[in-house]
């Protein structure tokens, strides 16, 4: 892995004292998932370019943002995180969108730095469904099963 996303780095990105201890082995573990696969998205020349440290601050940035976000999704999935109160305009609890905005604005960042396939990928479609419709069981359908 060319760029280096520490643990520390994700505890200050995602507001958590560097003295706590409590989620450095799900931070370790999210690196190590996460990192590789985002490596992969980016274009070799781009992160290989060890020589451009604007660049290599950049894609770290955008990781970095990216691995900060799923992390603090991750702790609003938790029993209990996801609790807020709202009183008027006022709205006391978890900001579950934070994390989510996160992950968006880091993909932002790597979007001009992404392999040529990336384009493919940016564009999901479904091209049919069958919501609208029930399912009608006949002897004739089930001939085919």
Request: net charge negative.
């Given at each position: ?9 994700i ?8 003295s ?18 985002i ?26 943002e ?32 934070y ?35 029930d ?7 089930m001939?085919?099963?």
């Amino acid at each position: 892995m060319a760029i280096t996303i520490t643990k520390a780095e994700i505890k200050r990105k995602c507001m958590i004292p560097i003295s706590d201890t409590t989620y450095d082995s799900d931070i370790d573990a999210l690196i190590a998932e996460m990192q590789p696969g985002i490596e992969y998205t980016i274009a070799d020349a781009y992160l290989n370019d060890a020589g451009n440290s604007r660049l290599q601050a950049l894609l770290k940035l955008g990781m970095l943002e990216i691995m900060s976000g799923e992390f603090i999704q991750q702790l609003f999935r938790k029993a209990g995180a996801s609790e807020s109160l709202k009183i008027g305009s006022l709205t006391v609890g978890a900001r579950p969108q934070y994390g989510a905005k996160l992950i968006e604005q880091g993909q932002s960042r790597l979007r001009p730095f992404r392999k040529a396939v990336d384009d493919l990928a940016d564009v999901t479609q479904i091209a049919s469904t069958t919501e609208d419709m029930d399912r009608i069981f006949t002897s004739d359908n089930m001939r085919i099963w």
